[in-house]
């Protein structure tokens, strides 16, 4: 597996600099894959990877780096492979520079860039370092992240899963809270990137092979079987039949929803208003409804002669309404009671028209749970299935 990694990094390079002979500088890279229980990551330049597990006897999650020893003129190893070939090493730690007779350079490893290897092959390497791991899947191992370097530089890896926890099982709402974080610390050119492969209990063996079955929850009931907890047992959800497409699975739904500027779509109703902010403006708005929400789940949970069932316990919530009301562009959200924001019931072909990723997100919730945050036609979602 390690000889194929490195050939394909290797094949990657060869045609970056064949293709592109104008770029001026190169890219990192950091790849993941996932083999039945075995992870492989491999990791080049500018980028990290991290696993977050739960150490045997404890229940503190920590983070494990599998990315953080190449690539930097700084390490040992790097710096012994670039005395060999000649190149001197300036500085220490993170500010220190390789420098040889095509210029001088932060980084020495890398895929493309032309200028250097181009007159010097020896310098810049295209091989990235690689680790394994085999995974426990929730019972372990909670998440992977992928990051770009600056995120790294500007959080420590203990704050990054500890902002990934805040979201247990939404990867979206993980992702732009710690890039969020990372560009609060950095100048707004830095290119802040992370991605999160959230692992499901049981892993891929445990996934039904009907879609229409529940694939493991996101949020809600979902977070406790993440965390190694028992789940609830999958309520069946209520089929309705229509003449002219057969019988169709449905969902019973609740939501938030909030556009963006950047949405390319007429407004749906007459004499909306024009929305005045960005995408990752909607996102931090969602991502503080996400907690509010969370935080109050959490202090039901702890109040006596509550509930089991993750759906009853939902709809105890007083905090949806008001929120719903207070920041959802959606008509549902004008209903009275505990009707605001409800979709009713809403099958997989509906699903499916609203666009993005609206069914796919649905099709993994179970009763009570949240999804993470979802696009769509119509905006971004919060989604909450009831029934």
Known sequence: MKAALVQSFEDLDSDLLAAHPEAKEGCGASVALLLGDYLFTAVLGACDAMLCEV?????????????????????????????????????????????????????????????WKRQDKSVLSCIPEIQSAKLSWAERHLFLLLTSRPVLE?????????????????????????????????????QCTAVEIWFMPGGPRARPAADEEAA???GGSSASAALGNEAPAKKKAKVITSTAQGEMKSARLRHIVVRFQELQRP???????????????????????MRELRDELEELRRKPNQPKKPEELALRSEKFAKLCKEHSECPTSQKGGG??????????DSQRKRGGGFHDAVSVLRPGDWSDIVASNEGLHLIQRIA
């Not at 979201?167 to 830095?190: D, L």
């Open 55 to 115: 150490p045997e006897g404890s229940n503190t999650p920590r983070p494990v780096p599998l990315g953080s020893n190449q690539g930097r003129c700084h390490l040992p190893e790097e710096r012994a492979r670039l005395q060999r070939v000649g190149a001197t090493v300036v500085g220490e730690g993170s500010s220190a520079r390789v420098q040889c007779s095509v210029g001088t350079s932060s980084v020495t490893r890398s895929l493309g860039d032309p200028t």
């Open 154 to 190: 500007a959080l420590r890896p203990q704050e990054m899963v500890d902002a990934a926890l805040g979201f247990p099982a939404q990867p979206r709402a993980a992702c732009g809270e710690i890039t969020t974080k990372a560009v609060e610390k950095h100048v707004a050119s830095a």
């Open 216 to 218: 493991g929850g996101v």
């Open 267 to 289: 407004l749906a109703e007459p004499g909306a208003k024009k929305v005045a902010r960005s995408r990752q403006e909607a996102e931090a708005l969602l991502r503080g409804v």
């Open 339 to 348: 009707m605001c924001g409800d979709l009713g019931w809403v099958s997989r």
